[in-house]
């Protein structure tokens, strides 16, 4: 009887402290010092049809016009990221400072398909929806390379800038397509071409609004993770279906191909899910 006495009271000792935990992670979540910051981590994983996995050189997908592709080089620029509350107040995180707030999602340096974007300094809030720009806007490009050399530099080397005019490539994607099997080549390089008013040509740059399935609480303690999936099955297969032959395959700035793939893409994100975890 001694023996089942201490079991009992071992069993109430773990519960109380299991209650305990729960509840002090419930006070790190309800309270909120708007004077103070925390950080919050954005995770990108592209797949197709809201799956991911996407390995370069060898996923195949079907498109709705019978396309079998792939991709050998997945890249796009996402900037001016912002957090909107529960009331509507939006954060911008660095708003066109490319320098300090454009980043470049690249596929082929995912980490078990995750690119992570971590932001810091973030007002401590309980946030309801993120939105961010795919592409670099106007008013940053405008700044001139002194405005933005850190990440003009960055963009340069990973391949994101245009040889032959000023301006960044906002998507970058490349690779095999075919009707059988995916063959041929192709390179489908999205962005602005200089000063698009100058120029009058489109502006290509997007801007994307997703809403939180559950709140991302952003304190002192609270880390909040927010999953981005990236359905990349909207390239051909979108808002519009798309087909890739000798007039598309070598596609670069703002045709009309260009437009119509990046509404398409401006579509392929959506939230998963979150994680309020710790911060270490």
Wanted: charged share 20%; net charge negative.
């Amino acid at each position: 009887m001694k023996n089942l006495n201490k079991i009992y009271i071992s069993i109430l000792l773990i519960i109380l402290t299991i209650f305990t935990s729960c509840s002090t992670n419930d006070d790190d979540f309800s309270t909120i010092d708007a004077d103070k910051t925390g950080d919050i981590q954005l995770k990108f994983e592209n797949g197709f049809e809201n799956l991911g996995g996407i390995v370069l050189n060898k996923t195949t997908q079907t498109s709705a016009n019978g396309q079998k592709y792939n991709f050998t080089t997945l890249k796009y620029i996402i900037s001016n990221i912002t957090l909107i509350d529960e009331t509507g107040n939006e954060y911008v995180y660095h708003k066109n400072d490319a320098d300090k707030g454009a980043f470049i999602i690249d596929q082929e340096k995912a980490v078990a398909n995750i690119i992570y974007v971590d932001l810091k300094d973030i007002p401590q809030n309980k946030y309801t929806k993120v939105k961010f720009g795919l592409g670099i806007h106007q008013n940053a490009y405008l700044l001139g390379h002194d405005g933005q050399a850190l990440f003009w530099d960055k963009a340069k080397e990973n391949g994101m800038t245009w040889s032959w005019a000023a301006g960044y490539v906002f998507v970058k994607l490349e690779g095999l397509y075919g009707t059988t099997n995916a063959t041929n080549p192709y390179k489908n390089h999205t962005g602005n071409m200089g000063n698009v008013v100058a120029n009058n040509t489109p502006d290509l740059y997007r801007e994307i609004t997703l809403n939180l399935p559950t709140t991302a609480r952003v304190t002192s303690k609270i880390k909040p993770a927010i999953h981005i999936m990236a359905d990349l099955n909207q390239f051909l297969s979108g808002e519009k279906n798309l087909t890739l032959n000798t007039s598309t395959e070598n596609a670069m700035g703002s045709s009309q191909h260009l437009i119509n793939v990046t509404d398409n893409l401006s579509k392929m994100f959506r939230v998963d899910h979150i994680h309020n975890n710790e911060s270490n």
